[in-house]
């Protein structure tokens, strides 16, 4: 109840300084609104670079990831040969 009352009481204090001070309000608003602006879209350049920065990073990855699937391949034919070796061996044994 404190909070609706405090609420309304600030809403009319408002309205009443919005009328007797409009044109001083209207200079703070028309200095804020270039420098919300400003500094609205200095962020979302930031931002947007850094997204772009990312998806770099994901290009040089999907790069790498062939490489591996072709290492992978490398070792398999070796344990392949190493078992072939062991086999050799085990029949030279026995």
Not at 4 to 30: C, D, E, R, T, Y
Not at 52 to 59: N, Q, R
């Amino acid at each position: 109840m404190k909070t609706l009352i405090g609420g309304a009481v600030a809403a009319v204090l408002g309205l009443i300084g919005m009328s007797i001070w409009w044109k001083p309000f209207l200079q703070l608003l028309a200095g804020a609104i270039p420098v919300m602006l400003l500094l609205g879209g200095g962020l979302a350049l930031y931002l947007g670079f850094d997204e772009l920065k990312d998806t770099w990073k994901k290009e040089d990855t999907s790069v790498d990831i062939p490489t591996a699937v072709d290492e992978s391949e490398k070792y398999e034919k070796e344990i392949e040969e190493l078992k072939q070796e062991i086999e050799t061996l085990k029949a030279e044994k026995a």
